[in-house]
């Protein structure tokens, strides 16, 4: 028995040990930082970078953590479904008079339970979206030089369940973050580092981590599948396509518009094709396959083509065609659509984040009583255009039943014509 015991021990005081030596080569001391306006210039650097805007805007996310917490968060609504065993919570995050807590699908008062859903939530979201807590209430931002590079410092001085914690973030070239490294309450080990880089695009526009990694013996925390829509916003924008008659649009084979008079267009819709004309010249485009395209000068075919005079017609067919089929866009791949309430209206905000010639311009549709678009504001990403207005009317139903726009009017009084609209089979 005594030699039992004393193997113990042993084995006992080897942890012990291997526990003091482990602490002391991997504890970092937490790294001062230099508060001011170049932390927080480099704080809205991460901002553009994770799309914060679209975070704002986002409706609906689901995730789980380490498969055991289970999370539906309406993030409009201030309220999150939290699930665990045999319990659910719907929390109310900004009143918790009005959260519902049920045991065995029973609605039951158990403060206990609504107080565990609550920690869950504080920490489990923390895991999914701290990226984009860095101006939360109650924040410190600095910058830490690592590595020779400029880090984050995000302190929390008050507010969710362990206040007083730092997360160092670890930003890449285009200041997205990849890592950080962990000064909390919860973690004995200052400066354990947890990766952020398995990141997954989401439907409401920006990205979220599906898992991380932790440098305290590799362990992985798992998010589970982890979406963000914005389901209000796609049924306003299904209205909209219902409104204009999209299935008619999509069926439609040619197109035919011109361009403040000065340019003219004929859309094979089906093959993809469009003969665009200016000046003296008309190039045949394949907008898809732009080395097939042909050109045209003075109507006589050149037999050498000229890259930039197919580049200008490509540009000219994505803004010229954009004016006239814009509300048929609503789906395209690469758009994010989202609500936002204007002058006491509902609207809806597009969002392009792929394609066409400017990725990243935004426009927020008013609609009539019947759902066909009266106007938008323009938000480009060049900053040249900052909620400038610009209508959508004279809409005509086309021969093969599309409504689309035959003229524009912007707030300066001037005047855009798309000449005569037509739309056929």
Same mark, same amino acid.
């Given at each position: ?17 291997f526990g003091v030596v482990f602490y002391f080569i991997n504890n ?8 001011g306006k170049e932390a927080d210039a480099l704080a809205i650097k991460?901002?553009? /970078?994770?799309? +914060?805007? /679209? ?11 380490? %498969?055991?917490?289970?999370? *539906?968060?309406?993030?409009?609504? =201030? ?30 008062? %158990? ?25 939360? *209430? #109650?924040?410190?931002? &600095? ?13 929390? $001085? ?15 070239? =285009? ?14 080990? #200052?400066?354990?580092? #947890? ?5 997954? %695009? ?10 991380? $990694? ?31 008659? +999209? ?46 395209? $042909? ?23 994505? %803004?010229?065609?954009?004016? !006239?089929? /814009?509300?048929?866009?609503?789906f395209d791949d690469g758009v994010v659509r989202s609500i936002e ?6 609207? !809806? ?25 009266? &106007? ?26 599309? !409504?689309?726009?035959?003229?524009? $009017? ?6 855009? &014509?798309?000449?005569?609209?037509? #739309?056929?089979?």
């Amino acid at each position: 028995m005594k030699k039992f015991l004393k193997v113990i021990g042993i084995i006992i005081f080897l942890i012990i040990g291997f526990g003091v030596v482990f602490y002391f080569i991997n504890n970092e001391a937490l790294p001062k930082g230099e508060k001011g306006k170049e932390a927080d210039a480099l704080a809205i650097k991460m901002f553009n /970078a994770i799309n +914060h805007e /679209a975070f704002e805007n986002a409706e609906v996310l689901e995730w789980s953590f380490r %498969n055991k917490h289970f999370y *539906k968060w309406h993030k409009q609504k =201030n309220s999150v479904t939290v699930s665990w065993d045999k319990n659910k919570v719907i929390l109310n995050t900004k009143d918790n008079s009005k959260s519902e807590v049920f045991v065995d699908n029973n609605k039951v008062e %158990n403060t206990e339970i609504l107080k565990i859903a609550e920690g869950f939530f504080n920490n489990d979201s923390f895991w999914l979206i701290a990226p984009f807590k860095i101006f939360d *209430k #109650g924040t410190e931002r &600095s910058i830490v030089k690592y590595e020779g590079k400029d880090a984050l410092m995000i302190t929390y $001085t008050s507010g969710g369940s362990t206040p007083g914690d730092s997360y160092l973030w670890i930003l890449d070239e =285009n200041y997205f973050p990849t890592s950080y490294k962990i000064w909390a309450s919860v973690v004995p080990i #200052g400066g354990i580092s #947890g990766s952020w880089s398995d990141w997954k %695009n989401t439907e409401a526009g920006f990205k979220l981590p599906t898992k991380h $990694t932790l440098s305290l013996f590799g362990m992985e925390i798992n998010m589970g599948t982890v979406k963000a829509y914005n389901q209000e916003a796609d049924i306003l924008a299904h209205k909209i396509l219902k409104a204009v008659e +999209h299935e008619n649009y999509k069926n439609t084979r040619f197109l035919e518009w011109s361009f403040a008079g000065s340019r003219t267009f004929k859309w094979d819709k089906k093959e993809h094709i469009a003969d665009v004309s200016w000046d003296k010249f008309r190039v045949h485009l394949y907008p898809a396959d732009k080395d097939k395209s $042909t050109i045209f000068f003075d109507g006589i075919k050149q037999e050498d083509t000229d890259e930039k005079i197919v580049k200008q017609a490509w540009d000219i067919f994505n %803004n010229d065609s954009f004016w !006239l089929v /814009a509300p048929h866009k609503l789906f395209d791949d690469g758009v994010v659509r989202s609500i936002e309430n204007i002058e006491n209206e509902t609207a !809806l905000r597009v969002t392009y984040t792929s394609g066409g010639s400017t990725p990243g311009d935004s426009y927020v549709w008013l609609l009539d009583e019947n759902y066909i678009p009266k &106007s938008y504001k323009m938000y480009l990403k060049n900053g040249r255009m900052n909620g400038t207005p610009a209508t959508w009317e004279d809409w005509i139903t086309t021969e093969s039943g599309a !409504l689309l726009p035959t003229n524009h $009017t912007f707030s300066s009084g001037g005047k855009l &014509s798309m000449g005569e609209v037509k #739309g056929y089979n």
